[in-house]
């Protein structure tokens, strides 16, 4: 019984950050049902609405490690439904040249900005071959 009530808790505090953080960003609605976007969440990622979980996730699950979205659904259950892992894939086969390039962007401009702070600016430009 308290284990539960401790369970109860943890999701109520949840939903409160939730609620919280849709104030502050609220989602911004896709044409996928269960998939958002929030600024400042998962790097503006496509997000499962209401898990926090990833398109691209999903998506790497299934098609890097070889996971079956009926495996995933069962392994992830109640949190993840069949539906919304289909329609993670779905959202992605939809719009699969936009993510893969902003996550390239997104990587790339990720590796230079941590290279740039480790050597400094002027070994930075030199590096890359830009004068300073």
């Keep these: 019984?308290?284990?539960?009530?401790?369970?109860?808790r943890a999701e109520v505090q949840?939903?409160?950050?939730?609620?919280a953080q849709y104030a502050v960003n609220p989602p911004m609605a896709t044409d996928h049902p269960h998939i958002v976007r929030i600024?400042?969440?998962?790097?503006g990622e496509p997000i499962i609405r209401g898990v926090y979980v990833t398109v691209r996730g999903i998506v790497e699950m299934t098609t890097r490690l070889g996971q079956t979205p009926e495996q995933l659904a069962k392994e992830?259950?109640?949190?993840?439904?069949?539906?919304?892992?289909?329609?993670?894939?779905?959202?992605?086969?939809?719009?699969?040249?936009?993510?893969?390039r902003e996550r390239a962007e997104n990587t790339e401009a990720?590796?230079?900005?941590?290279?740039?702070?480790?050597?400094?600016?002027?070994?930075?430009?030199?590096?890359?071959?830009?004068?300073a």
């Design 1 to 8: 019984m308290q284990s539960e009530l401790q369970n109860l």
């Design 14 to 19: 949840a939903l409160k950050e939730q609620v």
């Design 39 to 43: 600024e400042g969440l998962q790097g």
């Design 76 to 100: 992830y259950s109640p949190r993840l439904s069949l539906a919304q892992i289909y329609d993670a894939l779905s959202y992605y086969y939809d719009h699969h040249a936009v993510l893969d």
């Design 110 to 131: 990720a590796a230079q900005a941590r290279l740039r702070e480790r050597v400094g600016d002027a070994n930075y430009q030199r590096i890359v071959g830009r004068a």
